[in-house]
């Protein structure tokens, strides 16, 4: 049985529709563009970033679709100020836009309503220049934190979208991306999502740039999104490391991103949290297997939730 056409169905229910939820999300990410100019002490320029940018995001369960936007201060240099004091003027600009903003540590976040309920939101995260370079630092740090829980984080995500973006070309790329879609459905249909308890979409993004490999067939060249899956999911499960806890065996992944910060996108899970990533990635595994064995979508349905179509 080949899957491909049943993939191709499910790729074309989970992605964003560009000119449904990507164009309501570019009208309030320009709206807060508009805002900011009027009110902002300085100059800056906007850019996309997240799976927006990458071109590799997916409608949410709750429908609360998001845009990530970098803020960029064209003539701020963080030698000269608190990163706090940055993140204050873009929180003062935007307080008054909409009914709930929240100052987070990463970003400032600006969420559109509907019914008492988050319909859109907006991250946005804040930068300022290196003297002498091209390089960006992120202001880093919670409202009411400490001086020493502030920073200005070191960060080159523009270089990462645009590795991601030149990882692969062609159909080979487009592949990528929808297997990278696959994965991001699967975590949201089997964890939760508040926390650090589901793995980042970012984490799974440079889990897909880092082991990632074309599954295309060299008789015919067609494509096989399930064995592609298969392949991934099996590469990430063998990068875990096990050692010996007081709990038992455990499992961890160590996976820094290849730009700075060049942190480990793992690294806010609990071992416990973690552990079940590992469990859920085997039986993920086990799952395409069967479906492969079987020529059955039921195992594809549990792996993936209700989007994907029955046969």
């Given at each position: 049985m080949s899957f491909q056409p049943i993939f191709s169905r499910f790729h074309e229910a989970i992605k964003l529709n560009d000119k449904t939820h990507n164009a309501g999300l570019r009208e309030k990410r320009d709206r807060i563009h508009n805002r900011l100019r009027e009110k902002l002490p300085y100059t800056f320029t906007f850019f996309n970033q997240g799976s927006y940018a990458m071109g590799t995001g997916i409608r949410p369960l709750?429908?609360?679709?998001?845009?990530?936007?970098?803020?960029?201060?064209?003539?701020?240099y963080f030698h000269d100020f608190?990163?706090?004091?940055?993140?204050?003027?873009?929180?003062?600009?935007?307080?008054?836009?909409?009914?709930r903003v929240?100052?987070?540590?990463?970003?400032?976040?600006?969420?559109?309503?509907?019914?008492?309920?988050?319909v859109y939101h907006v991250d946005l995260a804040i930068f300022a220049r290196e003297r002498n370079s091209n390089g960006l630092r992120l202001a880093i740090g919670k409202q009411h934190s400490a001086n020493d829980q502030r920073?200005?984080?070191p960060d080159d995500r523009k270089g990462f979208i645009e590795a991601v973006k030149k990882r692969f070309s062609g159909d080979d790329d487009q592949q990528f991306r929808r297997v990278i879609r696959y994965l991001?459905?699967?975590?949201?249909?089997?964890?939760?999502?508040?926390g650090n308890a589901a793995p980042s979409g970012l984490g799974l993004t440079v889990a897909a740039y880092t082991w990632f490999q074309v599954n295309r067939s060299f008789?015919?060249?067609?494509?096989d999104d399930l064995g592609a899956t298969r392949g991934l999911v099996r590469s990430i499960r063998n990068a875990f490391t096990c050692r010996w806890t007081l709990s038992g065996n455990m499992h961890r992944l160590m996976l820094p991103i290849p730009f700075a910060p060049r942190d480990d996108v793992f690294s806010r899970m609990s071992d416990q949290q973690m552990q079940e990533f590992y469990q859920r990635l085997q039986l993920l595994e086990d799952w395409l297997d069967e479906a492969q064995q079987s020529s059955s979508t039921a195992p594809l349905q549990r792996a993936f939730g209700s989007d994907f179509p029955a046969q």
């Open positions: 709750n429908d609360d679709y998001d845009i990530d936007v970098g803020i960029v201060f064209n003539d701020v608190d990163p706090n004091a940055v993140k204050k003027w873009v929180y003062d600009a935007v307080s008054e836009h909409t009914a929240e100052w987070r540590r990463p970003c400032i976040t600006v969420y559109y309503q509907q019914h008492g309920e988050a920073e200005w984080q991001k459905r699967w975590k949201d249909v089997h964890f939760r999502n508040q008789l015919n060249g067609l494509y």
